[in-house]
């Protein structure tokens, strides 16, 4: 019994005339999209702020009536803002940032404003990927004309309209009530450690997550330079 005949298999090629893709032409890879690095981002912020309210007080410690009383003097009332903002720094915060989101859900045209400026950033230019050119009205903008563009557009919506004053006042309000509760809440049953007192700043609990975004943000905004 005889074997069948083996055929010759050949690739097929293009026919002549046919579109190849660029990236096959040149033997490079496409740019990679700006997916990645936002969730990147999501996921620093994510972790940064669920580490940092892991670090908060008890509430009831912070509202205990029984621990407030006037100060004597000034100086005694500064002293017991820095203290206390060194053991309740993550109630603080969580404070300031519940005023400044309650002031922008009641003002919901500045919300809007803001999150358009946001989006604005992230999308257009923080991580819109490098081969998508922004084309307005039929022309086609570069990076720096973007990035020119966000910078006047984020002067006009903070300080031409009522998101600046939103966010001054909110920040404000919130600093005075922690400066308030500070100032009347006595700090000698709280014990401090020595990591805590030597904290620098009253946003370091932020430093982290800042640090974070900007390393994530860094390769998108390395591949415009």
């Known amino acids: 019994m005889s074997s069948p005949a083996v055929l010759p298999i050949s690739n097929p090629q293009p026919a002549a005339g046919a579109a190849v893709p660029a990236a096959a032409n040149s033997g490079q890879p496409q740019p990679p999209i700006a997916t990645p690095a936002f969730r990147a981002l999501i996921n620093h912020l994510s972790n940064s702020l669920n580490n940092g309210l892991s670090q908060r007080r008890p ?60 989006a604005a950033w992230l999308f257009g230019y923080l991580f819109r990927p490098s081969d998508s050119p922004v084309v307005l009205f039929g022309r086609t903008f570069s990076d720096r004309e973007t990035l020119g563009i966000l910078i006047v557009l984020s002067v006009v919506v903070i300080f031409l309209t009522s998101v600046g004053s939103v966010l001054i006042s909110a920040l404000l309000a919130g600093v005075a009530v922690v400066c308030v509760h500070g100032a009347f809440r006595v ?21 982290g997550a800042a640090s974070n975004a900007a390393a994530a943000a860094a390769p998108a905004v390395a591949s415009r330079v």
Not at 64 to 81: G, I, N, T, Y
Not at 88 to 115: E, H, K, Q
Not at 188 to 202: I, V, W
């Open 59 to 118: 509430w009831a410690e912070l509202a205990d009536r029984s621990a407030f009383s006037k100060p004597e003097s000034l100086s005694d009332a500064a002293l017991r803002v820095r203290k206390n903002y060194s053991y309740f720094r993550v109630n603080y915060l969580t404070v300031v940032a519940a005023v400044l989101a309650f002031s922008l859900i009641t003002n919901p045209v500045s919300l809007i404003f803001l999150a358009a400026l946001l």
């Open 187 to 207: 700090p000698e049953d709280l014990f401090l450690d020595e990591q805590e007192n030597a904290s620098t700043g009253f946003l370091s609990f932020l430093g």
